[in-house]
């Protein structure tokens, strides 16, 4: 009788095997995190260079990137910051910038005190941690 | 005859995609490695800063973080630190906090010339490797 | 009529739980990617040291070690690096060292510029992406 469920068994056997654990995998989208947690408009400026860098390599569309400011990097974000035009061009290109709240408690900053159009996370180093776990590279400039 | 197997097939259809490798994924446990390798306070300071506020963001319980310390780091952990306090608060907060052995022996220093309680890995940067591809995330204050 | 059925259910079953999505998988061979993009000769020693490290603790058969350069970097792979023996003993171990032509177009450097036997990457960033998300460790000295 068990002729009978074989074309089920050669089914399952091959939907099993077409599962991505065991079969070619197909390459991820592309996705990266940015660390910006020096007080240093160089390395504001490597990552800003960076995901111009990977958006002209991969296409904007292709990628998602995500730069993280935070501790002594938070000041990248501030209106008076040395990059604003570039971290408005960034934002414009489609990259997410986004601050740490820690941080600006921290240091009492309030959202007026910060670049228009950035995000806000409630802590840089665990969305950094969060988005590697989900799959995301990860780059510190 | 199919018929009579088609309630299994609903079940290894079922179960098929339940499998995490298809389906929605349980978010992994909260994982992180965290590099010290330059001889600098303030970066020995960030790192203790980034593991605290990773345990009050996430809860202490719910997160694992180990904090490395090699090459030019090391001092961050000898006996006569001058975070020896916070080490030892971190410590005893359960963040893990190892010494390399690799560096320690190329500074001819002994487990007497370090900080209490702190543990030790053959080779830092290997550990660091090593919790990465166990689905770690990595972070380099 | 299922009876007839369950030799394969259990079948399924088996092999359903035998995914490596679900058991225990075996270790990923060890791969890292290393990041310089620091015009700073002791990040490259750094780097240099961590591989020469991994290949001495996992053994140089037993895992994948590249260094990649860009941006400021870029410096430890021209003709002239004080690094540059150093350099050829990592690749003679069976190193990959890449630079990135990015950062050679910036520069107008040329491949004549730069040390014999390097590999050469589109853009590094993006090297450095793509190796973490195929599962490579990351390392940044």
């Keep these: 009788m068990l002729s009978r469920c074989l ?4 089914l399952a056997a091959v939907l099993l095997f077409a599962t991505p654990s065991q079969a070619q995998q197909p390459a991820p989208r592309a996705r990266v995190v ?15 260079n960076n995901a111009k860098n990977v ?15 935070y501790g002594p990097g938070i000041n990248m974000l501030k209106a008076d910051s040395v990059v604003a035009g570039r971290v408005g061009d960034a934002l414009g290109a489609g990259v997410a910038v986004v601050a740490c709240e820690n941080t600006m408690h921290a240091q009492k ?7 228009p159009k950035v995000g806000y996370v409630g802590a840089g180093v665990v969305e950094l941690m969060q988005k ?6 990860y780059i510190r400039p």
């Design 55 to 69: 958006q002209a390599d991969l296409g904007a569309a292709n990628v998602d990137i995500e730069i993280v400011a």
């Design 7 to 10: 074309p089920l068994a050669v």
């Design 109 to 115: 900053l309030a959202k007026d005190d910060m670049l």
């Design 34 to 48: 940015m660390q910006v947690s020096d007080n240093d408009p160089a390395k504001w400026n490597l990552a800003l």
């Design 132 to 137: 590697q776990q989900q799959g995301w590279a």
